[in-house]
């Protein structure tokens, strides 16, 4: 399997059992191009793309949504830019949009409300899942890439950034009034700036969470769970899910992800993160041994012993058909295990489930794990660079990654404006502690070559929950393998691709800041 490949299957999985979040169905690739004269009413459109429009009907009947917004209408672009402007300079222009084969159909349908909009006809350029990654690089290295637009595993930034592959887009948000702002930190700086430069727009983001079964663990609390509270360590993470790893019935007292390859990095970095870990020194040499490296690996030792059957096999599909399937007590996962699984078509678990804030240890800090998620990129070699900008921010609108989360298809936003919205909330049980958590995230940074050390490290942190190693040797072994793999990009000799002082700001965004709880 590929890096893309791995890297979509957590939400290509969903696609038998959530809508796409810009509505499924088969539609031709290539659609017509637009005369300004000839275009529909901008109002009109605009009142098409809502509630009623795009999320589930059975999800609207189950939590009795109205035809009310799920996001801010201030804060939302496509209803807050001058389409009249988009239209006079750009109709009857051309975009094409690198995308994975088995998303065309949903794509082009999606993208109806975006030509009409603005009169751009979109080409899709379908590249298949399992060689996204290895063909964009090709197509960018042959100086003629066939697109003019891409979205990609936010991971790959640096290794797409530093070579000049990607357009800047800092004077095309600034004309166009993109709302940077709304976006938390943590993703607009990781998914959207390399070398202080914005080169793309934040699309899927995600955030690492740990949530816990109600009926199993209040038990063993002797009453109802404290969202910070009541499992406020990994020490009394391990202690309770031991506690229910006795209890039997079907149920393992934990679920996590330590599959090999990156799966079992994300995992530890989850947890380092709250020992304070810090991937790298100033002067860019890994820190993978350090004593936060080491704490982590000896939680996740002791957490394995608690964990269900194969877990040292398990990446995003296997946790989240254990977690939704009612055979876990505690899980540590992403936040749409804790949407998707109010959803009745989903889960097997509603209504008996929490999430919490992060589990803290001690000598560290509060740094909930932004880790994976996608972004939006425009290639520097694009005929029409501003249209495909165009395409990208309606693609990443507020509203849309509102309704995005209201079909829980794992397709997360990363606005505070839809994030804090009460509506959306109500039908997303995870939101608020999200919210508040995303003031002090963590996360790894998009350099060159990144994903290929996650991966390295994986594969040891992997070899150490199996026995076959040490954990202090898997650490080792990474980072050896991290300098490696950071000289052959360009990190040798006091130099590097980018500057620490540039990646830094977005490393831990909630220094100094106060705790949510």
């Given at each position: 399997m590929t890096l893309f490949k791995q890297s979509v299957s957590r939400r290509s999985f969903l696609r038998t059992t959530a809508t796409v979040g810009l509505a499924a169905g088969a539609a031709g690739l290539k659609l017509p191009a637009f005369a300004q004269s000839n275009l529909p009413d901008i109002q009109a459109t605009l009142d098409k793309i809502s509630v009623d429009g795009y999320v589930r009907e059975d999800y609207r009947k189950l939590y009795k949504l109205s035809s009310d917004p799920l996001w801010d209408p201030a804060k939302d672009w496509i209803r807050t830019v001058d389409w009249e402007k988009v239209r006079s300079e750009q109709s009857g222009k051309t975009v094409r949009f690198a995308i994975g084969a088995a998303d065309q159909d949903s794509a082009a349908e999606g993208l109806k409300p975006f030509e009409a909009l603005s009169g751009i006809k979109v080409e899709l350029v379908p590249i298949p899942d399992d060689s996204f990654y290895d063909k964009?690089?090709?197509?960018?290295?042959?100086?003629?890439?066939?697109?003019?637009?891409?979205?990609?595993?936010?991971?790959?930034?640096?290794?797409?950034?530093?070579?000049?592959?990607?357009?800047?887009?800092?004077?095309?948000?600034?004309?166009?009034?993109?709302?940077l702002d709304d976006f938390y930190d943590t993703y607009r700086l990781n998914y959207g700036y390399f070398g202080g430069k914005l080169v793309g727009i934040p699309f899927d983001c995600d955030i690492q969470m740990v949530h816990l079964r109600k009926s199993i663990i209040e038990k063993?609390?002797?009453?109802?769970?404290?969202?910070?509270?009541?499992?406020?360590?990994?020490?009394?993470?391990?202690?309770?899910?031991?506690?229910?790893n006795k209890l039997g019935g079907g149920v393992a007292g934990l679920g996590m992800m330590l599959a090999r390859g990156f799966w079992s990095t994300y995992t530890w970095e989850h947890i380092g993160a709250q020992a304070g870990l810090k991937l790298f020194d100033e002067q860019w040499n890994p820190q993978l041994a350090s004593d936060a490296g080491m704490k982590a690996m000896d939680i996740i030792m002791a957490l394995q012993k608690n964990a269900i059957e194969g877990t040292s096999g398990a990446g995003w599909g296997e946790n989240r058909a254990a977690w939704l399937g009612g055979q876990v007590a505690t899980n540590i996962s992403w936040q749409d295990s804790g949407t998707q699984a109010m959803r009745p078509d989903q889960s097997k678990?509603?209504?008996?489930?929490?999430?919490?804030?992060?589990?803290?240890?001690?000598?560290?800090?509060?740094?909930?794990?932004?880790?994976?998620?996608?972004?939006?990129?425009?290639?520097?070699?694009?005929?029409?660079?501003?249209?495909?900008?165009?395409?990208?921010?309606?693609?990443?609108?507020?509203?849309?990654?509102?309704?995005?989360?209201?079909?829980?298809?794992g397709?997360?936003?990363?606005?505070?404006?839809?994030?804090?919205?009460?509506k959306l909330r109500a039908i997303s049980q995870p939101m608020e502690v999200?919210?508040?958590?995303?003031?002090?995230?963590?996360?790894?940074?998009r350099l060159p070559g990144m994903f290929e050390m996650?991966?390295?490290?994986?594969?040891?942190?992997?070899?150490?929950?199996?026995?076959?190693?040490?954990?202090?040797?898997?650490?080792?072994?990474g980072q050896a393998a991290w300098k490696k793999i950071m000289e052959k990009n360009g990190f040798s000799g006091g130099k590097a691709p980018v500057a620490y002082a540039d990646v830094a700001p977005g490393m831990y965004v909630g220094a100094g800041k106060p705790l949510p709880f």
């Amino acid at each position: 399997m590929t890096l893309f490949k791995q890297s979509v299957s957590r939400r290509s999985f969903l696609r038998t059992t959530a809508t796409v979040g810009l509505a499924a169905g088969a539609a031709g690739l290539k659609l017509p191009a637009f005369a300004q004269s000839n275009l529909p009413d901008i109002q009109a459109t605009l009142d098409k793309i809502s509630v009623d429009g795009y999320v589930r009907e059975d999800y609207r009947k189950l939590y009795k949504l109205s035809s009310d917004p799920l996001w801010d209408p201030a804060k939302d672009w496509i209803r807050t830019v001058d389409w009249e402007k988009v239209r006079s300079e750009q109709s009857g222009k051309t975009v094409r949009f690198a995308i994975g084969a088995a998303d065309q159909d949903s794509a082009a349908e999606g993208l109806k409300p975006f030509e009409a909009l603005s009169g751009i006809k979109v080409e899709l350029v379908p590249i298949p899942d399992d060689s996204f990654y290895d063909k964009a690089v090709a197509e960018f290295v042959s100086g003629n890439a066939s697109f003019d637009a891409l979205q990609f595993f936010s991971p790959w930034l640096g290794d797409f950034a530093a070579p000049g592959f990607l357009a800047e887009l800092d004077d095309y948000a600034a004309k166009w009034k993109l709302p940077l702002d709304d976006f938390y930190d943590t993703y607009r700086l990781n998914y959207g700036y390399f070398g202080g430069k914005l080169v793309g727009i934040p699309f899927d983001c995600d955030i690492q969470m740990v949530h816990l079964r109600k009926s199993i663990i209040e038990k063993i609390l002797g009453g109802p769970i404290d969202k910070s509270k009541s499992v406020a360590s990994y020490d009394e993470l391990i202690r309770i899910s031991g506690e229910a790893n006795k209890l039997g019935g079907g149920v393992a007292g934990l679920g996590m992800m330590l599959a090999r390859g990156f799966w079992s990095t994300y995992t530890w970095e989850h947890i380092g993160a709250q020992a304070g870990l810090k991937l790298f020194d100033e002067q860019w040499n890994p820190q993978l041994a350090s004593d936060a490296g080491m704490k982590a690996m000896d939680i996740i030792m002791a957490l394995q012993k608690n964990a269900i059957e194969g877990t040292s096999g398990a990446g995003w599909g296997e946790n989240r058909a254990a977690w939704l399937g009612g055979q876990v007590a505690t899980n540590i996962s992403w936040q749409d295990s804790g949407t998707q699984a109010m959803r009745p078509d989903q889960s097997k678990i509603v209504d008996d489930f929490v999430t919490i804030y992060e589990p803290r240890i001690e000598g560290g800090v509060f740094a909930p794990p932004n880790i994976a998620g996608s972004t939006s990129c425009v290639a520097a070699t694009s005929q029409n660079p501003e249209g495909a900008f165009l395409m990208l921010a309606f693609l990443t609108t507020s509203s849309i990654m509102a309704m995005n989360e209201a079909n829980a298809n794992g397709v997360a936003p990363g606005y505070r404006s839809v994030l804090g919205n009460e509506k959306l909330r109500a039908i997303s049980q995870p939101m608020e502690v999200w919210a508040n958590s995303l003031e002090h995230a963590w996360c790894a940074p998009r350099l060159p070559g990144m994903f290929e050390m996650e991966q390295a490290l994986g594969n040891e942190i992997n070899r150490a929950v199996t026995g076959q190693i040490s954990a202090k040797e898997a650490l080792e072994n990474g980072q050896a393998a991290w300098k490696k793999i950071m000289e052959k990009n360009g990190f040798s000799g006091g130099k590097a691709p980018v500057a620490y002082a540039d990646v830094a700001p977005g490393m831990y965004v909630g220094a100094g800041k106060p705790l949510p709880f």
